[in-house]
Nanobody, 124 residues
Framework: QVQLVESGGGLVQAGGSLRLSCAAS????????MAWFRQAPGKEREFVAY????????LYADSVKGRFTISRDNAKNTVYLQVNSLKPEDTAVYYCAADRLISVVRIPAEYNYWGQGTQVTVSS
């Protein structure tokens, strides 16, 4: 069973950048599909980005495509989310999620393992 810990969130001005990290432990990291989701106050958790086990297959929400990049380092048991050109509407708690078998990558219920989240706040 894998444990996930996110870091790297913070307060940034619009147009700025952050690099979020999610460190995994307790499992064979390379056997897990990884994803980032986010949840703003009063809203449902939404899909942001996905990485397959080898990091070659990636998917993005339309709202972040071209601005966010997901990557993973299987040797370091870590998945990253580089977030650029941030907008106030990107403000949310960002969560990483993992599971070995995923049918629909954009659905939160597909993932059994979650981190505690890291807050990203973008000021205008």
């Amino acid at each position: 069973q894998v444990q996930l810990v996110e870091s790297g969130g913070g307060l940034v001005q619009a147009g700025g950048s952050l690099r979020l990290s999610c460190a995994a432990s307790g499992g064979v990291f390379s056997s897990y599909n990884m994803a980032w989701f986010r949840q703003a106050p009063g809203k449902e958790r939404e899909f942001v980005a996905y990485s397959g086990r080898n990091g070659i297959t990636t998917l993005y929400a339309d709202s972040v495509k071209g601005r966010f990049t997901i990557s993973r380092d299987n040797a370091k048991n870590t998945v990253y989310l580089q977030v650029n050109s941030l907008k106030p509407e990107d403000t949310a708690v960002y969560y990483c999620a993992a599971d070995r078998l995923i049918s629909v990558v954009r659905i939160p219920a597909e993932y059994n393992y979650w981190g505690q989240g890291t807050q990203v706040t973008v000021s205008s």
